[in-house]
Nanobody, 128 residues
């Protein structure tokens, strides 16, 4: 059974940093893609970043480029999202998602409909 559990959310001031973690179970990260998404109140869920399993390629939405880093901790079966220089616009609930259907990085990797397995989310608030 595929399991995804996010953690690491919280409140931070603009310019601060947070590290989100997605603990995974029930599948092999070597062959599955992991995506990070966020949803602000009243807005649609949007892709932030993703990582494919086979070769570890990564993709970032424009909003995340040069600020966020997605990486895998193989020993812990965890995929993390390091977020730096946070802005109020980054506020929202962050979700990780997993799929075995994506082998190559493309914009599909940060498209919610590409994923069939989701975690419950972790809340991030960026405010002064």
């Amino acid at each position: 059974q595929v399991q995804l559990v996010e953690s690491g959310g919280g409140s931070v001031q603009p310019g601060g940093s947070l590290t989100l973690s997605c603990a995974t179970a029930g599948f092999d990260l070597d062959y599955w893609a992991i995506g990070w998404f966020r949803q602000a109140p009243g807005k649609e869920r949007e892709g932030v970043s993703c990582r494919t399993g086979l070769n570890g390629d990564t993709y970032y939405a424009d909003s995340a480029k040069d600020r966020f880093t997605i990486s895998r901790d193989a020993h812990e079966n965890t995929v993390t999202l390091q977020m730096n220089r946070l802005e109020p616009e980054d506020t929202g609930t962050y979700f990780c998602a997993a799929t075995h259907r994506l082998l190559l990085v493309s914009k599909l990797c940060v498209t919610p409909s590409s994923y069939e397995n989701w975690g419950q989310g972790t809340r991030v608030t960026v405010s002064s």
